[in-house]
């Protein structure tokens, strides 16, 4: 398919219906870490919105009545977990982002047993202040939606370093108080080890400055998705990135648990 594809979680014992809306391999961030072959600079492309409509309405069929999750999920995660934006590249690039969503939404309605289903969207959050992106935000928001907003610095040369992108940390606060306030919101991080060396504790303090700033300021954060690197990247920086030990990531989760977040640690 061009726009759906499954995914099979162990972890998280189910299947993800992942929206595809950059099947061109364009982002709008370069973060070293990315999974996405080919990745190059640039925006979604223009969605044929009656084949994503008709691709999903497969899968449901296939899934909720016929024997999919028979013939290819283990016994223990066969159960669809959510629908989730997340593709390869930033899904509100999307000059259709809107409509996107009423489109999921539309496919979800028709079947009892997807209409309330959850519906993730996986943003880097840098095109959130755009008032078309908003709307989406609002409609995922009054439809059992949430939101996870990447976050792996807090600091200008961090988001340089991490994502590729040119952003200042106070565009990332006030996009992130925007999404929000519309919509339930994780915050979603990665943490590595680069050439040998560990993030440094200028980097982490800042992280955890911004984030005791966010909930001084009163934005409704749900916790923080915590990552470690567990795959390789296809970056070609990617042999000079490594996982950090066990040990170091769950000291920085008890720290970030002092903001009183929630915090979800995958390694
Ligand atoms: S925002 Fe996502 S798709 Fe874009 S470069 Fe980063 S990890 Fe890759």
Redesign the pocket.
Known sequence: MTYIYPVISRRAQGVSIGVNLNPNDK?N???TY?Q?PN?SFGKGPTIDLGLLERELDEMLAAIFEGDYLERHVPDGSQRVNDIAFSG???PTSSSQFEEAIDTVLEVLSRREATRGQKIVLIT?GSLLHHDSIRKGLGKLGAANGEVWF?LDSATADGLKRM?GAHIDPDRVAHNLRLCAELCPTWLQTMVLRREGRDPSEEEIGAYTAFLGERLREGVPLRGILLYGLARKSYQPEADTLAPLPATWMRALRDRLEQTGLEVRLSL
Do not use: A, D, P, S
Request: charged share 25%.
């Open positions: 982002c961030w370069r973060c990315c996405v990745l390869n590249g930033e880097n990447k994502n």
